[in-house]
């Protein structure tokens, strides 16, 4: 019998595929593992989480530069970085089934645990995909699809401090796509082979480097809140020396609550000048900093603030489930905070064979949508069930057109928590949605 944290991750995965959030990816080819497609509401709850994340990280700073690297890179980039050398996994074969597994999972590593024969020898195993750029397949064509984005940023500090002259401290903000061959992609958008990352660098003076990621630990817990990730389900762990990246001499890793049990969300690294200096050094170019105000130059040290889209989405998710009670009736609902609901308000004809209800709302819905552009117009069954659906998807307001509304323009305005109804001027209808939908 499934444990209830199972069923949690279950109903998470059915209302995701049901609702539109989250399909297989390729699932009428019957699917390919790690591989997951955002639907029409999960696009937009995910384009919401990086609108929060850029608003915050980027447009409310002074101190901040977007770019969007290349996803294909020069491989000396990779090569630089350590990842063609380091990037592994332990995998382990089964010499009966032939089917592979991370070695550091495995409770029995002499019992294969699908169907008992023996296993292997634990060998690393290099996650990056590797292709060829050309027409050619061979030693000289071969490119990787990037397993991080922060090589992108690296490669490009020259670029960005010749063309913009920030002054330190200056950060460089990235949101894109990474890729790695995982050998067991597993719980849902969890661990994947195509991922979504947010990605700072953080460049400062080597001296200030602790005050730099205090102020991003706390920024980092506060974008949790804007997203709506409760407090009490993160939780900070100093990871120690001998499990730290080989370019960090500082890493917090912000666990959340999954119902699979307590698993990295977010992290945060201090990089040292590692970076910048090992692509100067492997590139010849100047990697260097000039201080005015000192007159001299060094390369600068890095915060790396990392966070991924997709785990935060599963995070946002799980974190907005509700199960309550209307009236006898179980619901389902997602409490949403209003800045990452895909859908912000819904609006409803009472019913939908009165075309005049039909045209009054119409009206209303274009003229919301003018403004607030993630809106839906309901009319398919009846206002219960509307409700119950918009509840589910977590809309959190929903606006009623009825047989009043054509006698004194005031409208039903529902909301999804309390399920609390207000009669609201048409009039008014606009400027009140703003209020209640504002962020930060």
């Known amino acids: 019998m499934a444990t209830e944290k199972e069923r949690l991750m279950e109903n998470i995965v059915s209302l995701a595929k049901?609702?539109?959030?989250?399909?297989?990816?390729?699932?009428?080819?019957?699917?390919?593992?790690?591989?997951?497609?955002?639907?029409?509401?999960?696009?937009?709850?995910?384009h919401n989480i990086k609108d929060i994340w850029w608003r915050m990280?980027?447009?409310?700073?002074?101190?901040?530069?977007?770019?969007?690297?290349?996803?294909?890179?020069?491989?000396?980039?990779?090569?630089?970085?350590?990842?063609?050398k380091t990037f592994s996994d332990p995998v382990i074969k089964c010499v009966k089934c032939k089917k592979q597994f991370r070695a550091d999972q495995l409770d029995n590593k002499?019992?294969?645990?699908?169907?008992?024969?023996?296993?292997?020898?634990?060998?690393?195993?290099?996650?990056?995909?590797?292709?060829?750029?050309?027409?050619?397949?061979?030693?000289d064509s071969i490119s990787y699809l990037r397993p991080e984005t922060a090589g992108g940023i690296f490669v490009n500090f020259?670029?960005?401090?010749?063309?913009?002259?920030?002054?330190?401290?200056?950060?460089?903000?990235?949101?894109?796509?990474?890729f790695r061959n995982e050998i067991a992609p597993r719980d849902?958008?969890?661990?994947?082979?195509?991922?979504?990352?947010?990605?700072?660098?953080?460049?400062?003076?080597?001296?200030?480097?602790e005050r730099a990621f205090e102020e991003w630990r706390l920024a980092m817990l506060a974008f949790a809140k804007e997203v709506g990730i409760p407090k009490k389900v993160i939780h900070e762990l100093e990871v120690p020396e001998s499990e730290r990246a080989h370019y960090s001499k500082r890493t917090i890793d912000f666990e959340f609550d999954y119902p699979f049990g307590k698993k990295e969300l977010w992290g945060l690294a201090y990089r040292t000048d590692y970076d910048l200096s090992r692509h100067a050094e492997a590139s010849g170019a100047d990697l260097t900093y000039f201080d005015e105000e000192e007159n001299k130059r060094f390369i600068p040290h890095v915060i790396e603030p990392s966070f991924g889209v997709d785990r935060t989405f599963l995070a946002v998710l799980l974190s907005a489930y509700r199960v309550d009670e209307i009236k006898g009736e179980k619901r389902v609902f997602l409490a949403f905070k209003p800045a990452v609901a895909p859908i912000?308000?819904?609006?409803?004809?009472?019913?939908?064979?009165?075309?005049?209800?039909?045209?009054?709302?119409?009206?209303?819905?274009?003229?919301?949508?003018?403004?607030?552009?993630?809106?839906?117009?309901?009319?398919n069954g009846n206002i219960g069930k509307r409700y119950r659906r918009q509840d589910e998807i977590g809309t959190p307001y929903c606006v009623t057109i009825d047989f009043d509304t054509l006698e004194d323009n005031t409208v039903t305005l529902r909301d999804r928590d309390t399920t609390e109804q207000e009669r609201v001027n048409e009039k008014n209808l606009l400027e009140i949605l703003k209020k209640k939908l504002v962020s930060f």
């Not at 990280?57 to 990842?83: C, K, Q």
Request: one cysteine or more.
């Open 344 to 379: 912000k308000v819904a609006v409803f004809p009472l019913l939908k064979n009165k075309p005049e209800l039909v045209t009054k709302a119409r009206n209303i819905y274009q003229m919301l949508k003018k403004h607030i552009p993630q809106i839906d117009f309901d009319d």
């Open 110 to 139: 002499n019992a294969c645990p699908a169907c008992g024969g023996k296993l292997s020898k634990s060998q690393p195993f290099n996650l990056m995909f590797k292709t060829y750029i050309g027409a050619t397949e061979d030693s």
């Open 158 to 178: 020259k670029n960005v401090v010749d063309s913009m002259h920030p002054k330190l401290p200056f950060g460089i903000a990235q949101i894109g796509k990474a």
């Open 18 to 46: 049901r609702r539109g959030f989250v399909f297989q990816g390729s699932e009428i080819y019957g699917g390919i593992a790690g591989m997951w497609d955002y639907g029409p509401l999960g696009v937009e709850l995910a």
């Open 57 to 84: 990280f980027v447009y409310n700073r002074e101190d901040m530069y977007g770019i969007d690297a290349s996803i294909l890179m020069n491989p000396r980039v990779w090569e630089t970085s350590g990842h063609t």
């Open 188 to 209: 849902f958008l969890f661990r994947l082979r195509e991922l979504k990352q947010m990605e700072i660098e953080y460049f400062v003076r080597a001296e200030e480097w």
